[in-house]
């Protein structure tokens, strides 16, 4: 990211990714902002002065520079495939006390099972989990039901299939969860930036 970049950024803000291949198996079964093919996000933070961000990725949830985020993100043409969004004026009283929150789960193992336990978290869980603290425990960006289904087949798809029974499990399709892609449609955020060539993406 350069300079210019940086300055729009604010502790508080969500930045979603498109990561990998376009036909990645998290951004495949739910649409994101504008249709957005979206797999992962984070929450910037200031760290000792200076901004990075709070996420949750194997193996746990860290801290990772501005730089690394965005690279992690390239596709062939080496361009950054990033959404920025910031809360409505009416939720960043809550910012604060999120952080804190999102600071202290620093370490929490990744959860590749997407399963509701504490003592794991996937990406959007963090954030749900960091502003539902923040609101007093009431949810502020609500649980919406997992979905395994190509969104155009409306089919299982076998990869998530497979993924589940190396471990002995049935897909958790309709369980209580959160999807980076459906949280960038929430309408507490505000898109403020789209940056690359974003799987999907109506312009």
């Given at each position: 990211?350069?300079?210019n970049?940086?300055s729009?950024?604010?502790?508080g803000?969500?930045?979603?990714?498109?990561?990998?291949?376009?036909?990645?198996?998290?951004?495949?079964?739910?649409?994101g902002?504008?249709g957005?093919?979206?797999?992962?996000?984070?929450?910037?933070?200031?760290?000792?002065?200076?901004l990075?961000?709070?996420?949750?990725?194997?193996?746990?949830?860290?801290?990772?520079?501005?730089?690394?985020?965005?690279?992690?993100?390239?596709?062939?043409?080496?361009?950054?495939?990033?959404v920025?969004?910031r809360?409505?004026?009416?939720?960043?009283?809550?910012?604060?006390?999120?952080?804190?929150f999102?600071?202290?789960?620093l370490?929490?193992?990744?959860?590749?099972?997407?399963?509701?336990s504490?003592?794991?978290?996937?990406c959007?869980?963090?954030?749900?989990?960091?502003?539902?603290?923040?609101?007093?425990?009431a949810?502020?960006?609500?649980?919406?039901?997992?979905?395994?289904?190509?969104?155009q087949?409306?089919?299982?798809?076998?990869e998530?299939?497979?993924h589940?029974?190396?471990?002995?499990?049935?897909?958790?399709?309709?369980?209580?969860?959160?999807?980076?892609?459906?949280?960038?449609?929430?309408?507490?955020?505000?898109?403020?930036?789209?940056?690359?060539?974003i799987p999907?993406?109506?312009?």
């Open positions: 990211m350069s300079r970049d940086l729009q950024l604010a502790a803000d969500l930045i979603f990714a498109a990561i990998g291949e376009d036909d990645n198996l998290i951004s495949a079964v739910v649409e902002h504008r957005a093919r979206l797999n992962h996000v984070g929450i910037v933070i200031d760290q000792d002065g200076a990075c961000v709070l996420e949750a990725i194997d193996p746990v949830v860290r801290l990772t520079s501005l730089e690394e985020y965005a690279a992690r993100s390239h596709c062939a043409h080496a361009r950054p495939r990033l920025f969004a809360l409505s004026a009416p939720y960043r009283m809550l910012i604060p006390a999120a952080l804190e999102g600071r202290a789960r370490g929490v193992p990744y959860d590749p099972y997407y399963s509701s504490s003592e794991a978290l996937y959007s869980e963090l954030i749900l989990e960091m502003f539902r603290h923040a609101n007093g425990g949810a502020l960006f609500p649980n919406t039901p997992l979905s395994f289904r190509d969104t087949s409306g089919e299982l798809m076998p998530w299939v497979a589940y029974a190396e471990v002995g499990q049935e897909v958790p399709e309709g369980a209580p969860g959160s999807h980076p892609g459906g949280l960038s449609r929430d309408g507490r955020l505000q898109v403020y930036r789209v940056e690359g060539n999907g993406f109506n312009r």
